[in-house]
């Protein structure tokens, strides 16, 4: 089993910054990939950005050069750099790690708003 824990979001008005960060404790050793979806209010789920134990990255289009995800192992802790950001990426971000199943985060709020 994988435990997670999200941190950093909050309000930051349009084009602002914030870095959410995600820590995995548990059995870090056996996680193939993690990454993070978003939800908005009455939306579905959806991917942002995924990291690969091998370091493969794979990341949503609409956020592609304004989002970046990246990892310390030492710490099991991978972040996300939010930069530019647009109302449109408001929504509660979930950290997720992928093993033997997928395991979630309880999920931290990010808003941009003015």
């Known amino acids: 089993q994988v435990q997670l824990v999200e941190s950093g979001g909050g309000l930051v008005q349009p084009g602002g910054s914030l870095r959410l960060s995600c820590a995995a404790t548990?059995?870090?050793?056996?996680?193939?990939?993690m990454g993070w979806y978003r939800q908005a209010p009455g939306k579905q789920r959806e991917l942002v950005t995924t990291?690969?134990?091998?370091?493969?990255?794979n990341y949503k289009d609409s956020v592609k050069g304004r989002f970046t995800i990246s990892r310390d192992k030492a710490v099991n802790t991978v972040y996300l750099q939010m930069n530019s950001l647009k109302p449109e990426d408001t929504a509660v971000y979930y950290c997720?790690?992928?093993?033997?199943?997928?395991?979630w985060g309880r999920g931290t709020q990010v808003t941009v708003s003015s």
């Open positions: 548990g059995s870090v050793f056996r996680i193939n990939l």
């Open positions: 997720l790690a992928a093993l033997d199943r997928q395991y």
């Open positions: 990291i690969t134990s091998g370091g493969t990255i």
